[in-house]
């Protein structure tokens, strides 16, 4: 593994520096950054160049996403980093031709419905029905958690379609219209007070039968693609550098509260907390270094998608801790005049619990490691 990105890599970093500068600001006056993305060729510039990317190498696109989670700018949309690579690798050429370009334009948005009430960690599980009946298939069930689906125009969404079969194997992968009659979308408010996630209802919704991917009966295979592609970004690594290192700047800048003077930095036991936190975001970033390396060799990370995935969205915790632990009862506050940092530190804490569940519980992607990893038994 080279520890090294080429004079071309690094001159896009710059780029893609200047470009955030420009035009990231501009987002809060109701432009879509996203759709700027798509027009330089941005969103999906590791497709290849027939399905309208630009066949740009995985640490060219690794660099890219690293600036992107670090400056905390929208860099992906779902469509462009999960839904489209897995229709390149299981779809039909009508559905390529039919998601991809608008896909590339950041004409389409898309929602996963994956878990269901009974069925997170274990996804296969899942009971959400589909029927066929003529050129379409019925559906009906429940999906929850899922992201953005007040405002999807599409959904993945996975439903048993041979309830006789093993439970791994009598699953099927569709493309939903959101529009279609017999769906219904209810918000679930979180911890933070936001609504990013939803419940989503089917009662005899009727899919056009040219909708599956891949093959009827053996869509847990083409999602556990789709789900590699979630757990291998570098954002859920490098998501939470910026907010650290503006933690680290503030206890450098603050006076301890007791006799023995210095800023809270001087002390020995923040200062070991923050070391280690710096120490295991550097740790966390070649791990994912090596999942986009990997990529780039042709080889397929499964496992090792899912140890930076659980390292990052643990790490995220622990630096939720140490930041809170840093600040004191101030870190603790939402806004005013008494929120260090604006506030930000106990919203990241409040938002980390949900990072080791989404994109597969710390338990599954354990699992994952230990059977694929290192060879050991099912238990």
């Not at 004191?328 to 260090?340: K, T």
Request: glycine share 10%; with cysteine; charged share 20%.
């Amino acid at each position: 593994m080279e520890f090294r990105f080429s004079a071309e890599d690094e001159a896009f970093r710059q780029e893609v520096r200047a470009f955030i500068r420009a035009e990231l600001p501009k987002v809060r006056e109701g432009e879509s950054f996203t759709k700027k993305l798509a027009a330089r060729g941005w969103l999906t510039m590791s497709w290849p160049k027939e399905y309208g990317g630009q066949g740009a190498p995985h640490l060219r696109q690794l660099v890219y996403n690293e600036e992107m989670a670090y400056h905390r700018a929208p860099g992906q949309t779902m469509g462009a980093d999960r839904v489209g690579p897995t229709l390149i690798l299981f779809g039909t050429e009508e559905q390529k031709a039919q998601f991809l370009p608008a896909i590339a334009r950041d004409e389409m948005t898309w929602c996963q419905g994956f878990s269901e009430p009974g069925s997170g960690s274990d996804l296969a599980s899942l009971q959400t029905r589909a029927v066929r009946d003529g050129d379409c298939w019925v559906i009906n069930g429940q999906k929850i958690w899922t992201s953005n689906a007040q405002r999807a125009d599409y959904m993945i969404l996975l439903a048993r379609t041979d309830p006789d079969a093993p439970k791994h194997r009598g699953i099927t992968y569709f493309l939903v219209d959101m529009k279609l009659p017999g769906i219904t979308v209810r918000p679930l408010v979180q911890m933070t007070g936001q609504a990013g996630f939803n419940e989503v209802f089917f009662d005899d919704v009727r899919v056009p039968a040219n909708m599956v991917v891949g093959e009827v009966n053996r869509g847990w295979y083409v999602s556990t693609a789709t789900l590699d592609f979630e757990r291998s970004g570098i954002g859920r690594v490098i998501g939470g550098l910026r907010t650290f290192e503006e933690v680290v700047a503030y206890a450098k800048a603050t006076p301890a509260r007791d006799s023995g003077g210095g800023t809270l930095f001087d002390r020995a036991p923040v200062r070991l907390a923050l070391a280690d936190v710096a120490l295991s975001f550097e740790v966390g970033r070649l791990m994912s270094y090596r999942v986009a390396w990997m990529q780039s060799r042709g080889l397929v990370p499964n496992y090792e998608a899912s140890m930076a995935k659980t390292f990052g969205t643990e790490l995220h915790q622990r630096m939720a801790r140490v930041a809170y632990t840093t600040l004191g009862l101030r870190g603790q506050v939402l806004g005013g005049a008494w929120a260090p940092l604006d506030g930000q530190i106990p919203v990241t804490v409040l938002q980390a619990v949900a990072l080791t569940i989404a994109a597969g519980t710390s338990e599954i992607n354990r699992n994952i490691i230990a059977t694929r990893g290192l060879g050991l038994p099912r238990g």
